[in-house]
């Protein structure tokens, strides 16, 4: 992760609603494990304490770590009494061999959690494309100037070089003198981004149609 951007602040993103935020990755149905806004309340260290734990729970399987859990932990924590639907994606789970197998079960937990991505005074899961970070590959490392942090990213300066008495005063955003190999229009990555979505949203009811070959 690395800010390309620091003309945004992260407060942008708060919801004063909930104690998590977290989001839609564009290219697939993860809940994007690697990067996620926590209160520091009871509450959100609660959470943070219960998924970690998860380290001694994980399957014997194709599990994905930290990125896998997470699923587990939403269906547990916001919708605790689907207890069924929930056995029926962790069978999914169990038997995960690959990424795609693991794929089949994210889809399995979206389905579970529904329309619904904010509990209040929980959690909030925002919706593709309008979280303050996304993998810069998708894009091929272009970007638009409302971009803030990105996955994966090589640099985009054309000088490592910082002036440190910027920092601190109005003129801190002029340390981030870009290529301009970088940069495209709002139009060009908006178009990229909502074709990758589109291409999810066909990828997302394939999987759920693979769920089956698990029970």
């Not at 795609?100 to 929980?122: I, M, Q, S, T």
Request: proline share 3%; aromatic share 14%.
């Amino acid at each position: 992760m690395g800010v390309v951007n620091p003309n945004h602040l992260i407060e942008e993103w708060i919801d004063v609603d909930v104690d998590l935020i977290f989001y839609d990755r564009i290219f697939n149905f993860e809940i994007m494990a690697g990067s996620y806004i926590v209160r520091n309340s009871n509450y959100g260290r609660n959470f943070l304490n219960y998924w970690a734990n998860y380290e001694y729970r994980l399957p014997p399987s194709f599990h994905g770590s930290d990125n896998g859990a997470i699923h587990n932990v939403f269906m547990e924590l916001m919708v605790p009494q689907k207890v069924n639907e929930r056995r029926r994606c962790e069978k999914v789970w169990n038997a995960s061999k690959s990424f795609d197998d693991l794929f089949v079960y994210e889809a399995c937990v979206r389905e579970v959690l529904g329309r619904v991505n904010k509990w209040p005074g929980k959690a909030r899961i925002l919706n593709k494309g309008i979280a303050w970070s996304r993998d810069t590959w998708l894009t091929n490392s272009m970007w638009k100037m409302d971009a803030v942090i990105f996955a994966s990213w090589p640099s985009p300066f054309t000088s490592v070089a910082f002036n440190m008495s910027f920092c601190g005063t109005d003129d801190a955003g002029l340390n981030w003198n870009y290529k301009d190999t970088f940069i495209r229009t709002e139009k060009e990555i908006e178009t990229i981004i909502d074709g990758i979505i589109a291409e999810t949203a066909i990828s997302y009811k394939n999987a759920l149609d693979r769920i089956n070959n698990f029970l």
